[in-house]
């Protein structure tokens, strides 16, 4: 399985951004993703997560009413819709995927595959 994220780039403090993750190779439904950020000199951090059948969606309080994760099996992609961008959003924005009906939440080694991440600088 491969993950791709694209959608990143420079955005000025208030604006908004999609990040998409599409998943190629062999994914047998059904699977939970999940999108993480890593700022410089930081941890890297939960942000969102979806379960297979978008019914349930949970984000972290920092990004909560700002962000929208969205999914299209279909297409297996993600989304992860960003608006109101502050310049503490700024970080590389990680996708991953986890096998099964359940959320991966915030337990990392709980996702079995990562993308490669897409940068997203926020300008004040």
């Known amino acids: 399985v491969q993950l791709q994220a694209s959608g990143g780039g420079l955005v000025q403090a208030g604006g908004s951004l999609r990040l998409s993750c599409a998943a190629s190779?062999?994914?047998?439904?059904?699977?939970?993703m999940g999108w993480f950020r890593q700022a410089p000199g930081k941890e890297r951090e939960f942000v969102a997560d979806?379960?297979?059948?978008?019914?349930?969606?949970y984000y972290a309080d920092s990004v909560k009413g700002r962000f929208t994760i969205s999914r299209d099996n279909a297409k297996n992609t993600v989304y992860l819709q960003m608006n109101s961008l502050k310049p503490e959003d700024t970080a590389v924005y990680y996708c991953?995927?986890?096998?099964?009906?359940?959320?991966?939440?915030?337990?990392?080694?709980?996702?079995?595959?990562w993308g490669q991440g897409t940068q997203v600088t926020v300008s004040s």
């Open positions: 991953a995927l986890k096998w099964g009906s359940y959320r991966g939440g915030a337990y990392e080694p709980g996702y079995d595959y």
């Open positions: 190779g062999r994914t047998f439904s059904p699977y939970s």
């Open positions: 979806i379960t297979w059948s978008s019914t349930s969606t």
